[in-house]
């Protein structure tokens, strides 16, 4: 065999062949800075160094220093940082880690005192990836979902509409990660700390449910009515349940006797008067767009004084 040909790559798995193990299972955190780009250029070595020094600072805080120490394929992205650990250590990474950076970032933005103020996006997932100890390890979809999530529309929508000098971090989990780690209950954060989003990405095909988490918010978790990126699903607000999965492409038949049926913003008002219907007596007029909860919030007996 000549020389040259020992120097060839492996060939390239070729997938659907014959079963194989799995990849063991990572916990991936990936963090980014906010308007980086933006930023005039003397700015950008600074930021890229001090993005993991904040996350090794915050890990540390949070007695959780031997996930840096321990961490798998980590790499800069320039922007950002990255990085795998044990997945089973990802309840103590939503919380209290992500409000240990929180805090982390309120002292280190008081101190540079507006000079280069740093604030995060930060995503979460969870699933098998290779783990070859080398600058190759690490590579496979979860990962690039993981920087998908990152860059996706819920989390900059609700990062930019929080107040810069109170939330310097905005986090997204992915589906699978909140249902193992939240709906489950083993993180020391309850549910309702989480808002449902359907992350999409500006000019790619991803389309996902994610949860959206803000240690320390100071504005609205929903998005503006707007299309977001180029998916063809609609944009929602965060925290209205996404379609069932199946459901796509089926006609939907929408009916309201005696009443409205509106599938937009409403401008102006209208009047509502339902009578002989089952259910609660509606009357009064229901202007503009509503935001959150659209329905009876009850305490108590909501039969009561009824007998």
């Not at 600072?57 to 795998?84: C, E, H, I, K, N």
């Amino acid at each position: 065999m000549r020389e040259s040909d020992s120097e060839l790559p492996e060939r390239i798995t070729a997938p659907y062949t014959h079963s194989r193990p799995l990849p063991p299972y990572r916990g991936i955190l990936a963090v980014d800075a906010k308007d980086f780009t933006g930023r005039p250029a003397i700015q950008h070595e600074a930021v890229s160094r001090a993005v993991p020094a904040l996350l090794k600072t915050a890990l540390a805080r949070a007695g959780l220093r031997d996930l840096w120490d321990d961490r798998r394929f980590p790499a800069t992205t320039g922007d950002g940082y990255v990085f795998g650990f044990d997945p089973t250590r990802m309840p103590f990474v939503i919380h209290p880690l992500l409000l240990t950076l929180q805090d982390v970032l309120t002292d280190y933005n008081v101190l540079s005192h507006g000079a280069v103020p740093i604030r995060l996006r930060a995503s979460l997932h969870i699933g098998p990836l290779p783990d070859t100890g080398d600058e190759f390890g690490g590579n496979g979809t979860p990962r690039n979902d993981t920087h998908r999530l990152l860059d996706s529309h819920p989390v900059k929508a609700v990062l930019a509409s929080h107040k810069e000098s109170i939330t310097h971090v905005a986090a997204i989990l992915s589906d699978r990660c909140y249902e193992d780690t939240v709906a489950s209950g083993y993180t020391g954060r309850h549910a309702d700390h989480f808002v449902e989003a359907a992350a999409t990405v500006e000019g790619k095909q991803f389309f996902q449910r994610a949860w959206i988490y803000v240690p320390q918010p100071s504005g609205p978790l929903y998005e503006e009515p707007a299309r977001a990126g180029t998916s063809q699903e609609p944009a929602r607000e965060v925290g209205r349940p996404l379609q069932a999965e199946g459901s796509q492409g089926r006609s939907t038949r929408n009916s309201a006797p005696n009443g409205n049926i509106n599938t937009g913003t409403v401008h102006g008002g209208q009047s509502v008067r339902n009578h002989h219907v089952t259910g609660d007596h509606v009357e009064g007029n229901k202007a503009d767009r509503v935001r959150g909860f659209q329905g009876d919030q009850v305490r108590g007996d909501k039969y009561q004084g009824r007998q």
